[in-house]
């Protein structure tokens, strides 16, 4: 059974080529996101054992994606192909710097997903389950299954980390910010982006946000602040973890992988610094190129990735 699990909703990305909004004769690429799918592919790419929970249309988009997980040897054992609803998609369009979001994910397979779905002795028997605010905001049934999942972590043992991932188009922000504040006390780590982070509590510090975070229960909080690297806030102490520098194209998918890589650090034993700066260090490769997948490193380059933030982080002190 993988030792790492996740679940929700995975999408198929159709990501523009060029810049100019959509027009006739336009070129997408195709790929694949949804964050806990990234997540699940990240894992793996960063050598750990990682299986994922979900339902998928019977149709070539749901196809696609088993055909990724298996690839990326991914256990989907227990996707559901779900015959009567479609496989979600979206798109990325680009005017310039700017990137605009657009889902076609209402009514999709995943949206149906159920605590039926949620084998208790994955949860039980995996190191960690990571869950996601955007799979408690596609359905009601979705959402009773991460509160169900999160149960049998805690009774088993199991590290729960979670991701607000807050999403304003797919619920009003005050049940945003109930549920995902009550979600967070029922959890292991919380990892909200600082934006997120100042949706949830209202405070704009991120070591002010950070022991909001703590207050409401999460033995630990990590605020992720891109290119400002990362601040990991316990009751003992904060760190701040810095990132490395690069010229950033495309945000999709890097807090997804600093998710996993920080996941898979915490399994392996190390220090939560450390797995924070090996999260920071994978993330940063994700920003320069396009799409959520397509740019998630493999472990040996996260290795290097790390090397390099360790040896700038050192010129850079005093």
Known sequence: MPEIVSFGEPLVEFNAESVGGPR?????????????????????????????????????????????WKTEGVDAGHVVVDPGHPTGVYF????????????????????????????????????????????????R?????????????????????????IRPQLWPLHEARAVTRYTAGMCDVVMP??????????????????????????PMAVLKMGSAGAVVATAREHVRV????????????AGDTFNAAFAVALVEGRAVAD?????????????QGLGAVNQIPRRRLADRLLGELTAADARAEP
Do not use: K
């Open 193 to 218: 982006n600082l934006e997120e982070g100042r949706l949830l509590t209202g405070r704009e510090d991120p070591h002010d946000i950070a022991d909001e975070l703590l207050e409401l229960g999460a």
């Open 141 to 165: 049934g979705s959402c009773d299954a991460v509160f169900q999942a999160i149960d049998v972590a805690r009774a088993a043992g199991t590290t729960v980390t979670y991701d607000p991932n």
């Open 242 to 253: 810095p990132a490395l520098q690069v010229r950033a194209t495309d945000p999709t998918g």
């Open 275 to 287: 797995a924070a700066r090996f999260a920071s260090a994978a993330a940063s490769h994700v920003v």
């Open 92 to 139: 990325i369009l680009r005017d310039g710097t700017t990137a605009e979001f657009v889902y076609r994910r209402c009514g999709s397979a995943a949206a149906q997903l159920t605590p039926d779905d949620v084998p208790p002795d994955w949860i039980e028997n995996a190191r960690l389950l990571h869950v996601t605010g955007i799979t408690q905001a596609i359905g």
């Open 24 to 68: 006739p004769g336009a070129l997408y690429s195709t790929g694949f996101g949804g964050d806990s799918s990234n997540f699940a592919v990240a894992v793996s790419r960063l050598g750990g054992d990682a299986g994922y929970l979900s339902r998928v249309g019977d149709d070539g988009f749901g196809r696609m994606l088993l055909e990724l």
